[in-house]
């Protein structure tokens, strides 16, 4: 069973820079693709970008490309999510997700508890 846990969440202000980590513990981490997911008050959740498991392989949705960029550490077990330029409407709860199928990562195995990431204009 593995566990994910996120922090770097806050309250930012439009144009500002945030880096989530999501720390796993439990699992043979670099087994699994990771992403990161988030979903906005009254809105479906949504993917935003997700990395295979060795780090060689990337993808972000087209509403951050350019502006985010997913990597991960699997000497630290800990992927992360460094977002710049941040904008009012990437405000949402951030979750981190892990499971073994890169292209279904929708379908996720394990999921963390999500983290608040506030973005003011």
């Known amino acids: 069973q593995v566990q994910l846990v996120e922090s770097g969440g806050g309250l930012v202000q439009a144009g500002d820079s945030l880096r989530l980590s999501c720390a796993a513990s439990?699992?043979?981490?670099?087994?699994?693709?990771m992403g990161w997911f988030r979903q906005a008050p009254g809105k479906d959740r949504e993917f935003v970008a997700k990395?295979?498991?060795?780090?060689?392989?990337?993808s972000y949705a087209d509403s951050v490309k350019g502006r985010f960029t997913i990597s991960r550490d699997n000497a630290k077990n800990s992927v992360y999510l460094q977002m710049n330029s941040l904008k009012p409407a990437d405000t949402a709860v951030y979750y981190c997700?892990?499971?073994?199928?890169?292209?279904?990562?929708?379908?996720?195995?394990?999921w963390g508890q999500g983290t608040q990431v506030t973005v003011s204009s």
């Open positions: 997700a892990g499971g073994s199928f890169y292209f279904r990562l929708d379908e996720a195995e394990y």
């Open positions: 439990g699992g043979a981490f670099s087994r699994y693709a």
């Open positions: 990395i295979s498991g060795s780090g060689g392989t990337t």
